[in-house]
């Protein structure tokens, strides 16, 4: 259940996203080989604010697996030691020239004002940063997924959404089977986290 405490913060029951719904439209463009590059511009940069509080800067979602379509965000994961002690993480990143997006429980999201780069935040060792680490390397493994992953993401972009958090919510039934196949994958092989 949602409801609006004022025109620029909007509460949901489990997060609040700073500035409201926003209505964006999904693009989705070929693998570029400067994603790479932009994302390393970015790691420096949240090096450069946190020191080591920055835990763990690693590439992640679409524009960190080679070859996938993806939208022209740069989606960044950084770990830090505790993401309930924003004091350490926000004033710093925010002096940077991040602004707060989303504020839930376990993740924030911070990203650039040109909104074309988003640092989801969250607790080393966590959950969150197992799932997704898990998500990138098991596409970057398994091209069956991967393409299939790409040609839905693509269908969902001739589709008008609110927000992109309903253009997310309509990839979760394919996330959700894909993320089953890579835990099994995760226990025969033995994976572990690398950095990016």
């Known amino acids: 259940m949602s409801h609006v405490v004022n025109r620029s913060t909007r509460i949901t029951a489990m997060a609040e996203l700073i500035g409201g719904v926003e209505h964006r439209t999904i693009t989705i463009v070929d693998y570029s080989p400067a994603w790479p590059a932009r994302f390393e511009q970015e790691r420096r940069r949240i090096l450069t604010a946190l020191g080591a509080t920055a835990v763990r800067v690693d590439h992640v979602g679409s524009t960190s697996v080679r070859g996938l379509a993806a939208k022209p965000i740069i989606d960044i994961q ?38 074309d780069v988003h640092a989801h935040i969250c607790s080393t060792s966590s ?70």
């Open 78 to 115: 950084l770990s830090v030691p505790d993401i309930e002690d924003e004091q350490r993480y926000l004033p710093p990143l925010t002096d940077a020239g991040y602004l707060l997006r989303v504020r839930e429980p376990g993740h924030r999201m911070v990203r650039t004002p040109d909104l």
């Open 127 to 196: 959950g969150w940063e197992r799932r997704h680490l898990l998500f990138r390397d098991w596409l970057r493994h398994n091209t069956a997924d991967r393409t299939a992953y790409e040609m839905l993401k693509r269908d969902l972009a001739y589709h008008d959404w609110p927000d992109m958090n309903a253009y997310a919510d309509a990839k979760s039934a394919l996330i959700t089977e894909i993320t089953t196949r890579a835990e099994a994958w995760a226990d025969a092989t033995g994976w572990t986290p690398r950095a990016t």
